[in-house]
């Protein structure tokens, strides 16, 4: 049975279910790093999250190159995984980042490494991916989700980008420092009015399929293109 983490803080109550992922999101400057900040407290940390190892990760978090990757190449343990990540990246070998400065994007995947072979038991992520470009953090997410699964290890992030909400187990709507929604990702794809109320997007297939539904071509929700295609090809050849 999974375990879960009841989270009361700054007069928000909600739920972590381990293993899985939740994401935070909501418009720009509604508050949501600010809570993850608060929330990874010290003191925060002991009472949301007894016994557990959690780290903190954002698009500020500091980047201390040398230490970074001299702690990696010193990681016996992790080493295959450390170069599948790299190989992701086309990068070689750790050594080589010694003689050029990583681009923002590498050095988000250098600190994302640096923490992760750590072996937390919880992620806090607020936008820690942001400077990745989308082919390159599509597999790195992808991987990483597979590896929380397989670990069982949580993962609380936010981000701005739309199709980051795809790897979302539980979605929460925060805005104006307060939750306005809880629910699965198939419950979020449901709140269109909510979504358009605070200027934010769904990712591509669901936009889709919502622009789709008004012809009345589906009878239930369909939030993939490929199945999209395959029920309307269906639908035809039907006919």
């Known amino acids: 049975m999974m375990n879960s983490y009841s989270i009361k803080l700054e007069k928000q109550q909600f739920s972590l279910v381990s293993n899985e992922w939740t994401c935070l999101t909501g418009p720009v400057g509604s508050g949501k790093s600010k809570f993850l900040h608060n929330l990874t407290k010290k003191e925060n940390v002991k009472n949301f999250f007894p016994q557990e190892k959690v780290v903190y990760l954002s698009d500020r978090t500091f980047f201390p190159q040398e230490k970074v990757i001299k702690t990696l190449l010193m990681n016996v343990e992790d080493q295959k995984i450390i170069e599948k990540i790299l190989k992701l990246f086309n990068i070689s070998s750790l050594s080589t980042l010694f003689h050029f400065e990583p681009s923002i994007g590498m050095c988000q995947v250098l600190l ?123 639908s035809k050849n039907q006919k």
């Open 112 to 234: 994302f490494l640096y923490y992760y072979i750590q072996h937390p038991t919880v992620f806090v992520l607020d936008h820690a991916f942001s400077m990745i470009d989308p082919y390159h953090k599509e597999k790195l997410l992808t991987w990483f989700k597979k590896e929380c699964k397989k670990n069982h290890q949580t993962v609380l992030f936010t981000s701005l980008e739309a199709e980051d909400l795809l790897y979302a187990d539980q979605i929460i709507l925060y805005a104006e420092e307060q939750i306005k929604f809880i629910g699965t990702r198939k419950e979020f794809y449901q709140e269109e009015k909510l979504v358009s109320q605070y200027g934010l997007e769904y990712p591509f297939d669901v936009e889709l399929y919502h622009k789709l539904k008004y012809y009345n071509v589906f009878k239930r929700p369909i939030y993939n293109r490929e199945r999209m295609i395959e029920h309307l090809w269906e």
